[in-house]
């Protein structure tokens, strides 16, 4: 990464024409990009439930009606049937539809001279000639149990006309849901004069008004969104290119994310459509701290190109690993199988790596263009700041660190107290705004009639005929009962529903009654056509469905409805049949249940991804534990909050926890990573916080700002789901913000962070280490975790490691080069003792025997030494006790040998007459 960035800051115009390019190819796939709305969107794709249904439907039919809705005082007036009539023709002349059921098609099953018959409620013909008549024909309607609180309310002057739709034709661009709408709307307001209520709804309605308001919102939180972001830079960064570079990444990112999703036809729907927003407000996170670390270049006096090389080498790793997490963040949203959340996984996933391309293209390319233009070189809401603030901060913190942790663990305790609080909703309906006309309208169908929604009961027996026998007739009735007598719906039909009615013509009964015996049905059958009941009835008879219209809203207690229904049905149905409860109602809880797991499972696999990728980095699985907290905990204050202010798991909400983490996760890891830095060059664990906070005040609070502001923007919007989802995604920042800056520094003050990096850079010098005495029988990893708590040096030819009389604090391994031992007299000579190569250990017999040093180490020629300090091998020895031991018999083995070795030489001088003194360092 840091060298594609060093590659686009030297050769700009390469950058600038790879932009260019990438934006033709994507400029030409948008116009293929279309708004659609689609109830199978918010289900589950490919489960059994879905399968199952797709069955039932091509058993009984698949019918999408739109309602026209009518109320007034005498219902029946003849002024206002002739108007109906019209209209009613006007609807069968429309090309999608497919017939219209109103009282004047429903049949009115009556015996009449002793003959069956099977007219109308209303004649076209010969509309009520008075009153009486027309009450007398709204009586007869009311007990028609396939009128009654579906086309006709049983206590109230409303009536409905069911508009059944053909299946939709995409390819005939005149048919679409707008039109759908318009035409019934037009139709519906020609009878205003007459009725006075009269309006059409159904789902074309609610798909065109929720594509209206996506259009309209677009172009409403767009500007909204880049005004947050421009504030938010403006007033941090206060650099005209710093300003507009993350506006132009965001720009190209969009642009391609739209071609994506024209190249793949995936549409803009609720969900997707605030993808665009998202890359704003997230995409420019990456570019800040780029931004930030070229700038903290040119404050330290480099020139452009010096600044970009450091802000390449400070910051290219660190922008692909918080990219990585982020990405992840947006992918995992598609674990729940809902297709509108796999569509959004996908493609903000997709836009946030295109986002993460524009980024390390364009930002070195233009930078090196005209990164020497700036305003003052820092920001000025940061210019009165000092080193102290953040010292005095830090000091603060640490001197009051109990009593933060208390009241942190008081908050999350309160905050996993209103977790059990939080409701379910996944009603499509609930993600238009209450003010929503469309909305109001179906909660006046849900008050007034059964409602819009239905659940079916498929009664099987795997056996002809069986529905035409008495006993399993009753067995439908028995449900229907149970169904009435809960409250659970207004309006349960079935095919034993048409034979209670055929029944009750025949023997001139006021109300339907259930055939006596499989005789009678057998008579009855000759008057009943199949295609009067396949909505209800297989041809062969051997099943039977049981439609229930409701106006149950909430998820939860929709799921109760089913669960009690269901063991009703297994504790009292005949053994000789079974019954499975199905349709869109049942799919919906599927949905929500596949929504909370997918919610959970996101998660826990991001916070597991998390640690995993830290504890890599870091070469320590706990520090990537303890990197989780401050991304943990604002998710536990974000649910709590969810149960305390009522705010439902919905599929706004359901994205709202996995996103925020994948962002928040950033701001952890640059700290992290900046405190590894510090402390490594200060050596001083609170120096290194003191300047790891205040290095990391400004880019943090800077994305975090604008990361809060852009999801405030989603709060004007008007989809429910899509507000709670913004002020969320906000409320998850600002804590996670006050976690980096509070739990962050606690966390890690009592650890000392190891980068992969670091490890990396050693590797060219693996064979000296592995071969080096005090490294014997360790592996590599050991190795590594031992070494690291150390430090690389660089001493020229003739440079001093050590001198003379110096406290003994440091042990010393050779890595390259070579460096003499020798005791200086009192003459200003010094006499070799002994000359140390690769991979040897010199400088620990005076730090183990705690006393200054007694000689002298000079680099014969430029060499490199890893520094070991008495407080590293000693944290050493507490957290990594076996590598601890083994080194120690190794320091022991390789003194005993370099002491015999000694020893030797002192003896061959002595027999030659040589007699010298020596000591060892």
């Known amino acids: 990464m840091n060298q594609l960035l060093l590659y686009f800051s030297k050769h700009p115009w390469i950058g600038l024409g790879i932009i260019l390019f990438i934006s033709a190819i994507a400029s030409s796939q948008v116009d293929k990009l279309e708004v659609r709305i689609s109830a199978n969107e918010m289900l589950v794709q490919n489960n059994q439930e879905q399968e199952y249904y797709r069955q039932v439907l091509s058993l009984f039919g698949d019918e999408q009606i739109s309602l026209l809705y009518l109320s007034s005082d005498n219902l029946l007036a003849r002024d206002k049937l002739e108007a109906l009539k019209q209209s009613i023709a006007r609807l069968k002349k429309q090309p999608y ?9 429903v049949p009115w099953i009556k015996t009449v001279d002793g003959y069956l018959d099977k007219k109308p409620y209303l004649d076209p013909d010969k509309l009520p000639d008075s009153p009486q008549q027309a009450q007398h024909i709204l009586e007869e309607a009311r007990k028609n149990p396939f009128l009654r609180n579906v086309l006709l309310s049983p206590d109230k002057d409303i009536m409905a006309v069911a508009i059944v739709l053909k299946k939709a034709d995409r390819d005939n661009p005149a048919w679409n849901d707008e039109t759908i709408t318009n035409d019934l709307n037009s139709i519906a307001a020609s009878l205003k004069p007459f009725y006075a209520t009269s309006f059409s709804v159904g789902f074309p309605q609610v798909r065109t008004e929720i594509a209206e308001r996506i259009r309209t919102e677009q172009l409403h939180l767009f500007p909204l969104a880049v005004a947050a972001l421009l504030i938010a830079l403006f007033l ?43 890359l704003i407000i997230v995409g420019s996170t990456e570019d800040i701290h780029l931004l930030s670390e070229f700038r903290h270049g040119q404050k330290s006096g480099l020139d452009a190109t010096a600044s970009l090389k450091h802000m390449s080498r400070r910051m290219g790793g660190i922008v692909l690993l918080t990219f990585i997490t982020t990405y992840l963040g947006f992918l995992s949203v598609g674990l729940s199988r809902i297709e509108v959340l796999w569509q959004f996984g996908l493609v903000a996933s997709t836009g946030l790596a295109l986002n993460f391309l524009a980024t390390i293209i364009l930002i070195p390319s233009v930078l090196s263009l005209a990164g020497k233009w700036q305003l003052d070189g820092k920001s000025r809401i ?58 109001q309208k179906i909660e006046l169908i849900n008050q007034n009639l059964a409602g819009l929604e239905s659940l079916s009961i498929i009664v099987d027996s795997g056996i002809e005929d069986t529905f035409l026998k008495v006993r399993y007739l ?42 006596e015996s499989d005789d009678i049905i057998t008579e009855l059958m000759i008057f009943l056509k199949h295609d009067d009941v396949k909505a209800y009835i297989t041809e062969d008879y051997s099943h039977a469905r049981i439609l229930v219209r409701h106006s149950i809203e909430s998820s939860e207690k929709l799921q109760a409805v089913i669960e009690d229904l269901q063991q009703f049905i297994d504790h009292n149905l005949d053994s000789g049949l079974e019954a499975r409860i199905t349709g869109d109602s049942v799919l919906t809880l599927s949905a929500t249940n596949a929504m909370i797991r997918g919610q959970l499972q996101s998660i826990a696999l991001l916070l597991v991804i998390i640690v995993l990728i830290i504890g890599v980095l870091f070469t320590e699985l706990k520090v990537g534990l303890l990197a989780a907290l401050p991304n943990f905990f604002p998710v536990i204050v974000m649910f709590g909050f969810m149960g305390y202010m009522e705010i439902p798991l919905n599929i706004g909400t359901t994205m709202a926890a996995a996103i925020a983490i994948g962002i928040a996760v950033d701001d952890t890891l640059h700290f992290m990573l900046r405190y590894n830095r510090e402390l490594k ?34 709060t004007q919007a008007s989809f429910e789901p899509v507000v709670q989802f913004g002020a969320l995604g906000a409320l998850v920042i600002a804590t996670a913000l006050v976690a980096d800056f509070i739990i962050t520094p606690l966390a890690v003050s009592s650890l000392r962070l190891v980068t992969i990096w670091d ?4 590797r060219l010098r693996k064979n000296v280490l592995e071969k080096s005495a005090l490294f014997k029988n360790l592996k590599p990893w050991q190795i590594r975790q031992f070494i690291l708590s150390g430090r690389m040096v660089e001493y020229a030819k003739g440079d001093f490691v050590f001198r003379r009389s110096e406290v003994s604090t440091e042990l010393f391994v050779l890595l390259t080069g ?25 400088g620990d017999v005076a730090l183990f025997a705690n006393i200054p040093r007694k000689t002298d180490a000079v680099a014969v020629e430029h060499s490199t030494v890893l520094v070991l300090t008495r407080e590293g091998i000693e944290r050493t020895m507490r957290h990594r006790p076996l590598i601890s031991a083994r080194i120690f018999a190794n320091l022991t083995a390789d003194l005993s040998r370099r002491m015999i070795k000694l020893i030797s030489k002192q003896q061959l001088r002595s027999r030659s007459g040589n007699h010298q003194k020596g000591g060892k360092s």
């Open 97 to 105: 539809v497919e017939r219209v059921e109103s009282l004047f098609s």
């Open 236 to 278: 941090l960064l206060r650099q005209l290119i710093d300003i507009l570079l993350p506006i132009m990444t965001a720009a190209f990112s969009i642009l391609w994310t739209f071609g994506f999703m024209g190249a793949t036809d995936i549409p803009i729907n609720v969900v997707t459509s605030i993808i665009p927003i998202l």
């Open 382 to 439: 940061y210019s009165g700041k000092s080193y102290l603030l953040a010292k005095r901060y830090w000091e603060w913190l640490w001197r009051h660190r109990r009593s933060i942790i208390v009241f942190f663990l008081a908050w999350t305790l309160v905050a996993i107290i209103g977790i059990p609080r939080i409701h379910i909703n996944h009603n499509a309906i609930d993600s238009l705004g209450k003010d929503s006309e469309v909305r």
């Open 474 to 515: 009753e067995e439908l009735e028995q449900i229907q009962k149970y169904i009435r007598e809960k409250g659970w719906s207004e309006s349960t039909t079935s095919f034993a529903d048409h034979l209670s009615m055929l029944n009750g013509a025949f023997q001139e009964l006021d109300e339907p009654l259930m055939p």
């Open 681 to 714: 060059a200060r050596k001083n664990h609170n120096i290194a916080m003191e300047h790891s906070i205040y290095g990391e005040a400004l880019p943090v609070v800077s994305t975090s700002i604008a990361l809060i502001a852009g999801f405030l923007v989603f």
């Open 759 to 762: 490890v990396l850079s050693l």
């Open 818 to 842: 070579k460096v003499d031992v020798c005791l200086p007299d009192q003459e200003g000579s010094c006499n070799l003792l002994e000359q140390f190569y690769p991979g040897d250990v010199f």
